[in-house]
């Protein structure tokens, strides 16, 4: 099977713009978690997908925000930039379920905000 | 609600020696699973182990085994035989079996250094 992918893999964005970014998960997998990972702060839940449906969210503004679609593949956007954003952005598929829980994860979106 | 916490930020062993990483979880749940998850520098992060929290025996995946206490909340990994190649950020994580949200909890991580 082939494993998570992300796309784009590095980005680099202006303060005040906003950007996109995809993740295929691992087909048969219906359940896709974003996480913000930075030095200072280590891993941050941000929200996770299931069927299309966000089950559950972390503590991140409203200018976060995600989507799944119906072949399980979720996009997250983030709205006016800021520098803190800077950060590598996880995204971890699993089958969502009780049991299987693993999660596998994708290289990560670097993005950096100048 | 659930906590994991890794208290040790920063570990060093030498080549072909034993280290222990700890983890600590809190939790009202009695079904649940854990898991140690490594990220080598600039690479993509790889699930190491699992154990749930309904079986009694330890996990263990070639070198790298899990001491399991239920009742002290208490989950670390053990690294035999370690190599420069196990150089990496381990994170302990904490997903619940039945809350029905499936939730993951991460522990901030124990940066382990190899040394030749």
């Known amino acids: 099977k082939a494993g998570v992918t992300q796309t784009p893999r590095y980005l680099i964005k202006t303060r005040g713009q906003q950007v996109t970014l995809s993740c295929s998960p691992i087909?048969?997998?219906?359940?896709v978690s974003w996480y913000q990972q930075t030095p200072g702060q280590g891993l941050q839940f941000l929200f996770e997908?299931?069927?299309?449906?966000?089950?559950n969210k972390g503590n991140f503004p409203g200018r976060f925000s995600g989507r799944q679609f119906s072949n399980s593949r979720s996009e997250m956007n983030v709205s006016t930039l800021e520098l803190g954003d800077s950060a590598l952005y996880l995204c971890a598929s699993s089958s969502g379920g009780r049991g299987a829980p693993e999660q596998y994860f994708g290289p990560g979106t670097r993005l950096t905000v100048t | 609600a659930q906590t994991v916490t890794q208290s040790q930020p920063e570990m060093s062993v030498q080549e072909a020696e034993t280290v222990t990483l700890s983890c600590t979880y809190d939790?009202?749940?009695?079904?649940?699973?854990l898991f140690w998850y490594k990220q080598p520098p600039s690479r993509q992060m790889i699930l190491v182990i699992r154990q749930e929290a309904y079986k009694q025996q330890n996990a263990t995946e070639n070198r790298f085994s899990v001491n399991f206490q239920k009742a002290a909340k208490s989950f670390s990994l053990k690294i035999s035989d370690s190599q420069l190649g196990d150089a990496a950020m381990y994170f302990c994580?904490?997903?619940?079996?039945?809350?029905?949200?499936?939730?993951?909890?991460f522990g901030t991580g124990t940066r382990l250094k190899v040394l030749a």
């Open positions: 939790t009202s749940e009695s079904d649940y699973y």
């Open positions: 994580a904490y997903r619940s079996g039945s809350s029905g949200t499936y939730k993951y909890i």
């Open positions: 087909s048969g997998h219906r359940s």
């Open positions: 997908y299931f069927s299309e449906t966000q089950r």
